[in-house]
């Protein structure tokens, strides 16, 4: 899919009248990565700033994935009564009220203040996410809604790429100090030391927040035109018939431990590297991160070309069974292959989330915003599988709570092998895409 196919009416891709909503709903999929992917700077920035264990800093993605539980339905239901331009505009100020209590929280150096921000964060988010990839999905041809999705979440895979980039230049202050020459300090040096790496996040984070306000007014000033691609009906939607339905119920299962996967690998990416190789200073490591991120947003254009002769099904298994292997090479390898093995699972991920909420909506037709929400609130999982991994790595190593990502690749396959080749009308996705 190309630039060219979005403004081609030949191509059934997308609608012309929908080609501005859709180019600028596109560009949220960037702005909410960067919310995503800076969370993995921070984790490695408090344990400095606030002296935190591997474990406390997970609170990081507690805090933010708790909120896909909380504000999922709620953010359906304003989509569906507000519409979609409305409930984008609420993530865009939720996000930005909360990027902007990143200034008083780094001032008074209060992790708990951080953590209320980065909740009210990632409800904005959870808005946006809910309403930008329900309009993507439903506005053109379901039979294209999986490359639609894919070529949307490619830009979500850049804002992955430059938020460590952001994060290792604005936010890792270049200091690092051995826990011996902390010990070593006075307390007053240790506190002016703290406050001044608690500093360190106020300036972009404050940026963030302006260049948000920026967004929503390019929105409030864009026509939405209403998706007429899903029959309607007059029944009301129930959990029932939404789970009657094999191919979602798979779908949910998948993204709750795609979804904790990916963040899980992220989250201890930089601790990692560290941890294989000590002498990596923390900004090469975040480079190594950036990088490896840029995998996945190239992986996201490949396969949404790939997606045009591989069914999207079969193209998740594949990338499902080749994660399984890199991340086991991970675990026992050493040193820089170590390293090099786990940044490449980025690339295989990369198709994951798309594709499945694309196959669990694929059938759903009226039924399609109820099975967004609760596809988005599988998210929560990234409240639970980093955890897990922080707290293993403070018992074990950072290396071996790499079995937890690895147990969920192999639900992520193993869903492709049961969820089932539904059939809700003459053409599947499998045959169109």
Avoid at 293 to 307: E, P
Avoid at 407 to 431: D, H, K, N
Wanted: hydrophobic fraction near 55%.
């Amino acid at each position: 899919m190309s630039a060219s196919d979005l403004a081609n009416p030949a191509s059934r891709v997308i609608p012309r009248e929908y080609v501005s909503a859709f180019i600028l709903v596109t560009s949220l999929f960037f702005m909410w990565a960067i919310a995503h992917n800076m969370n993995d700077i921070l984790i490695r920035q408090f344990q400095k700033a606030l002296d935190l264990s591997r474990g406390q800093a997970s609170f990081i993605q507690v805090s933010f994935y708790f909120a896909y539980a909380f504000a999922a339905i709620p953010a359906g239901y304003a989509m569906k009564k507000l519409g979609f331009k409305r409930a984008i505009l609420t993530g865009l100020l939720l996000y930005a009220a909360g990027a902007a209590l990143f200034y008083p929280a780094a001032a008074v150096g209060n992790y708990s203040f951080f953590l209320v921000a980065l909740f009210i964060i990632a409800t904005g988010i959870v808005f946006l996410e809910t309403s930008g990839s329900g309009y993507i999905t439903l506005v053109g041809d379901p039979a294209t809604a999986a490359r639609r999705i894919n070529f949307a979440q490619s830009f979500n895979g850049l804002g992955g790429f430059i938020a460590p980039l952001i994060g290792g230049i604005f936010i890792f202050s270049g200091i690092e100090h051995s826990p011996d020459t902390i010990a070593a300090l006075s307390p007053q040096a240790l506190q002016e030391y703290r406050a001044l790496e608690a500093r360190q996040v106020q300036l972009p984070y404050l940026s963030l927040a302006g260049i948000l306000v920026f967004v929503a007014l390019l929105v409030g000033l864009t026509r939405f035109p209403a998706s007429g691609s899903r029959a309607s009906s007059s029944t009301k939607p129930t959990l029932a018939g939404v789970f009657a339905h094999r191919s979602f119920v798979w779908a949910i299962v998948a993204q709750f431990f795609y979804v904790g996967a990916q963040i899980g690998v992220w989250s201890y990416f930089i601790d990692f590297t560290k941890e294989l190789t000590p002498m990596t200073p923390e900004k090469t490591a975040a480079f190594y991160l950036s990088a490896s991120l840029l995998s996945f947003m190239v992986g996201r254009f490949i396969g949404t070309y790939l997606m045009k002769y591989i069914a999207p099904r079969k193209l998740l298994a594949i990338y499902a069974l080749v994660n399984i292997g890199l991340v086991f090479v991970a675990m026992i390898a050493s040193g820089l292959p170590a390293v090099v093995a786990l940044g490449a699972t980025s690339f295989f991920m990369s198709i994951m989330f798309p594709t499945i909420y694309a196959l669990g909506l694929e059938h759903l037709g009226d039924k399609a915003e109820m099975g967004s929400s609760l596809i988005i609130m599988t998210i929560i999982s990234g409240a639970i599988i980093p955890p897990m991994m922080g707290f293993l790595s403070d018992i074990y190593s950072v290396q071996w709570a790499y079995g937890v990502p690895l147990v969920c690749y192999f639900m992520v396959w193993l869903s492709t092998r049961l969820g089932g080749q539904e059939r809700s009308g003459p053409q599947a996705m499998e045959q169109a895409v």
